[in-house]
């Protein structure tokens, strides 16, 4: 069975610093790895989809990559901000699984003014 | 504006009680899901719908119960044979394309049994 394992649980960093998140995943055979921000008590916001053909994808300040035969992907912040404080959760789509997604436990990341 | 709403955004139940939590969506999504996160924690799905009419157990499901009337629609039901339903109860939408599957979230509704 599909297992997603984001470490750290939680990041705290000054303001500025560019900063990596990362995800692991222990089987390779997914569709895509999706990258959520959920601030505290609210619902997720979808932030990055990287398909299982892909290697990376960008938004801004953001860039996640994959590299599905090691199981593992990265979320890239650079130059983090205050705001960006959240929990940032992985999740992939596995072969097989209907459209079930398996999510990581999350990093809860706090940047300091 | 399209989007998922949830609600109530609080709820709390006493015990042995069954209450119903709401999650509508404009999105015209075919696909609904219903997770539960607990402090801390990643999500774990309880039940999803790819069509109305339809719906399957995820990894959770002892203790709830969905309908799918609607398209728009993917109520779910907390009944008290849930021994620790106190937890924040997220519903997801998506067009179930495959590969390019991408689930969107209402705000969640947290629930707490007294």
């Known amino acids: 069975k599909q297992e997603v394992t984001q470490i750290p649980a939680a990041l705290s960093v000054p303001e500025g610093e560019n900063l990596v998140l990362n995800c692991s995943f222990t089987d390779s055979a997914i569709y895509n790895l999706q990258w959520f921000r959920q601030d505290p008590g609210k619902g997720l916001t979808s932030l990055l989809l990287i398909q299982s053909s892909q290697r990376e994808q960008t938004s801004g300040r953001l860039n996640a990559s994959l590299d599905k035969s090691s199981g593992r992907s990265t979320l890239y912040i650079a130059a983090s901000q205050p705001g960006d404080s959240a929990t940032y959760l992985c999740a992939v789509l596995p072969h097989n699984a209907g459209n079930m997604l398996t999510f990581g436990g999350g990093t809860r990341l706090m940047v300091k003014p | 504006d399209g989007g998922i709403t949830q609600s109530p955004k609080y709820l709390f139940r006493k015990e042995g009680q069954n209450v119903t939590l709401s999650c509508e969506q404009n999105?015209?999504?075919?696909?609904m899901y219903w997770y539960r996160q607990d402090p801390g924690q990643g999500l774990r799905l309880i039940y999803y719908?790819?069509?109305?009419?339809?719906?399957q157990k995820g990894d959770i499901a002892e203790g709830y119960s969905v309908s799918r009337e609607k398209k728009e629609s993917f109520p779910l039901t907390v009944t008290s044979a849930q021994k620790n339903p106190t937890a924040f109860y997220l519903c997801a939408s998506s067009i179930p394309t495959g590969p390019y599957n991408e689930q969107f979230f209402g705000p969640g509704t947290r629930l707490t049994v007294l």
């Open positions: 999105l015209n999504h075919d696909a």
């Open positions: 719908s790819q069509i109305v009419n339809d719906f």
